[in-house]
């Protein structure tokens, strides 16, 4: 008989017993992730909606508290209370799913902030942070323009 | 070595080597498995490059042409070569293609590009003693090229437009999903209203499937991310996935389209101990409907995530915010 029917049950039991568990930290999306003392997360903000520009190879993601939630829901007036945030990232690979993209190098993280205004419905103040660190940038040209894209973005459908 | 000593070794080891044929020759009648080749009745249409990869090297437990060799019916690897097709044929078969439905088809068949890609197909031990059957750098190139090319960035067309404009407009009057009566899959799992408030974990952009994807995790998997404790994700995680539709405009813009599904995985290492540690399920539709046909309809999530197992079956890479 073939000497591999006696290796057979051998060979099977080295590749069960070799099957090598990835450090953990490898798992994390490091590039995509934010800067720990940025402090996103403490925001406690909800996911509004998320888009993929195909031209410039990004994907962005907006958050918002229930007020702007509530607000973008309803079509209604820009309100004072509301904060809103964008995250895009350069698109990569998925390197365990053949057929999508994911998150890669983070670019740039859109923070907006509204408060009371005598004339208007409310103050609007925006900050853009970019590159890996989040640096905040000090040029306002264009902010108007990011301003209103991310207002008139609708929310995603999640019943 | 002297002969007075080497002679009942001898005697020994002849008397052993006896003794294990003998069990093997019984074991070739006892238990034994038919593995049998009903008609194929609607084999994989593709073109001849991509199929003869797959015929060479998946055919054996996938299609009903299985290629049994002399040497695959010696028990007792003939029992695992009968168990392989077996399970093999019933999570995919190539010789009942044409019974599913075209995207079916085409979520297979990027399946089993990606289980190929993942070291997961053929099976291992399978390889090993076929070497034949391997799928080399260049196979997974030609599959890979010919499954882009089966898909086309298409613009957003007016059916997708008005599906979710009709959502919209009830969900933006305050339609909501169930929040008593919870729908209930086949193995038990609840549909969890709270998913939407929940932090992001990822968010994906599919092109095998034309959907846009996020996502979340509850509170003790958002922690364990904190404190990398993700391999193996500690009991009480729960991730929800949401997809839409993915629609783009002439300007390459991609939004969410109408609402398509939201699908859990519940941590349990106990609880759900047969199915790989997670309790899995997915409500379609905003009306939640739980899918699945039985009670089993899990073995189908499994087996998709299975190249994953050195992960503990999360495909995801967390992004920490």
Not at chain 1, 36 to 54: I, M, P, T
Not at chain 1, 89 to 107: C, R, S, T, Y
Not at chain 2, 26 to 32: D, G, T, V, W, Y
Request: hydrophobic content about 40%; aromatic content about 10%.
């Amino acid at each position: 008989m073939k000497a591999i029917y006696i290796l057979f049950p051998v060979l099977v039991l080295l590749a069960a017993a070799c099957r090598e568990q990835p450090d953990e930290k490898q798992l994390i999306n490091k590039e995509a992730s934010l800067p720990e003392d940025f402090n996103f997360s403490k925001l406690g903000l909800k996911v509004l909606s998320s888009s993929v520009n195909e031209k410039q190879n990004t994907m962005s993601t907006i958050y918002g508290n229930d007020l702007a939630l509530n607000t973008a829901k309803a079509g209604t007036p820009v309100q004072a209370g509301e904060v809103l945030a964008m995250i895009t990232w350069k698109q990569k690979k998925d390197e365990h799913w053949f057929g999508a993209k994911i998150p890669g190098n983070l670019q740039t993280v859109e923070m907006i902030r509204t408060s009371p205004d005598a004339q208007k419905s409310a103050k609007v103040d925006y900050q853009r942070y970019e590159g890996k660190k989040l640096t905040l940038k000090q040029d306002t040209t264009g902010n108007d323009k990011n301003i209103r894209y991310i207002f008139e973005q609708h929310p995603s459908v999640m019943p | 070595m002297s002969a007075v000593s080497q002679t009942p070794l001898k005697k020994i080891i002849i008397s052993l080597v006896f003794v294990v044929l003998g069990c093997l020759l019984i074991l070739q009648f006892i238990n034994r498995p038919v593995i049998e080749n009903p008609p194929v009745t609607g084999d994989l249409q593709a073109p001849q490059e991509v199929k003869a990869i797959l015929k060479r090297a998946c055919y054996d437990c996938h299609s009903n042409e299985s290629n049994i060799r002399w040497y695959d019916k010696i028990a007792p690897a003939y029992w695992k070569v009968a168990e392989d097709v077996k399970k093999g044929r019933e999570g995919l078969n190539f010789s009942v293609w044409s019974a599913m439905a075209k995207p079916e088809q085409a979520a297979k068949l990027w399946e089993a590009v990606n289980q190929i890609q993942a070291g997961a197909m053929p099976i291992k031990s399978y390889q090993i003693v076929h070497p034949g059957t391997k799928v080399s750098a260049t196979d997974l190139l030609i599959l890979r090229n010919y499954l882009s090319g089966t898909v086309t960035s298409k613009l957003a067309d007016t059916s997708k437009t008005n599906a979710l404009d009709i959502q919209y407009d009830k969900w933006a009057k305050g339609a909501e999903a169930p929040k008593t009566n919870l729908p209930v899959a086949l193995n038990g799992i609840e549909f969890i209203p709270d998913y939407k408030n929940w932090q992001v974990v990822t968010t994906s952009d599919r092109f095998d499937n034309n959907s846009l994807r996020v996502v979340f995790g509850n509170d003790i998997a958002i922690k364990a991310i904190k404190k990398n404790h993700i391999n193996p994700w500690p009991n009480g995680a729960i991730f929800a996935k949401v997809a839409w539709d993915r629609l783009k405009d002439a300007n390459g813009n991609v939004k969410t389209g109408a609402f398509k599904q939201v699908e859990y995985m519940i941590k349990n290492d106990k609880k759900y101990a047969s199915t790989a540690g997670w309790g899995f399920a997915r409500f379609k539709t905003p009306k939640m409907l739980p899918y699945g046909k039985t009670r089993l309809f899990a073995t189908e999530c499994v087996n998709c995530h299975r190249p994953m197992k050195n992960n503990d079956f999360v495909f995801t890479m967390p992004v920490k915010h």
